[in-house]
């Protein structure tokens, strides 16, 4: 697969993901717009129908041509709808497993053993007072337990 079939592909996922569907039925016009300016990919409807083809060739991508029964035309096209299998998310997956593992080394190392006494006691202490603060609004009446408990929720904000 090419890097510009790769971003065939991308863009229709990101068209179907946008409705939550695994499908999408985008006119090639629009496929064709969204790979210029977000991939940067000039093509003509033809090297894009083309693609497609290999895709579907390729087990990646289904083709439905859908039409539409319109009295006095008969049936008329109305537009493809693309379904993807399994194999381009195996492919996502893959990709992101790569990534994964490029990544690795950059994370923060664990807490070091003398450090975890340490921490402990400190959530401990946060925890008390959590503890003490909830015992004094439970005592409070409810105007002012109401007042206090939005308070505290746009002090999380």
Known sequence: MTARQQAEVITIMKVGQKHGKRYSFPSQKKI???????????????????????????KLLETTHRKRWIPGSGKVFTSNLYKLKKKVFIWLSEIGAMVDGLFRHYRRPKLADNQLPKKQASLMGALASVDNSVEKVEKLPPEQFQHRIRHLIEGLK
Do not use: C, M
């Open 32 to 58: 064709l717009s969204i790979l210029k300016s977000i991939h940067g990919y000039e093509i003509s409807e033809r090297t894009l129908r083309r693609d497609l083809r290999d895709l579907e060739e390729n």
